[in-house]
């Protein structure tokens, strides 16, 4: 199966993805970090109002396979959460870079945001071309 890799946004390592509409970011984990858990089951995701700091951990992906800290990419407060996600974990496989985001932060700094992988970066990273 293909994985796609939307060129608008910025990926991290760690598998989360970032995309940057003026100062606020819409985070969200890989449709291949997705694919690489299998059936997601769980996820932890904080709340409104608190403060998310770059590189450290912010909630937790548990699928049937295992649990994975969710890296910030950047440093800001959560504005927004998808619950319905939160809700319904396992619908992170259809549509991971829409629907399936997982929180809108105000980013303190967003240059941070240039820190993270580019599309090709990424790509390379995860396919080993």
Same mark, same amino acid.
């Given at each position: 199966m293909a994985l796609e890799y939307p060129?608008?946004?910025k990926y991290l390592d760690t598998h989360e993805y970032i995309r940057l509409e003026g100062e606020i970011a819409t985070i969200g984990i890989s449709?291949?970090?997705v694919d690489q858990l299998g059936d997601i089951v769980f996820?932890?995701?904080p709340e409104v109002g608190e403060t998310l700091e770059k590189? $450290?951990?912010f909630g937790t992906v548990e699928s049937v396979k295992a649990v994975e800290d969710? &890296?910030?990419p950047v440093t800001g407060t959560v504005i927004e959460r998808n619950d319905a996600i939160?809700?319904?974990p $396992?619908?992170?496989a259809e549509d991971a870079y829409g629907a399936g985001w997982l929180l809108k932060v105000r980013v303190a700094d967003s240059s941070e945001v240039n820190e993270a992988l580019s599309v090709e970066e990424y790509? &390379?990273?995860v396919e080993g071309e």
């Open positions: 060129d608008d946004l449709a291949f970090a996820l932890e995701l590189g $450290e951990a969710l &890296k910030a939160v809700e319904s $396992e619908n992170l790509r &390379k990273m």
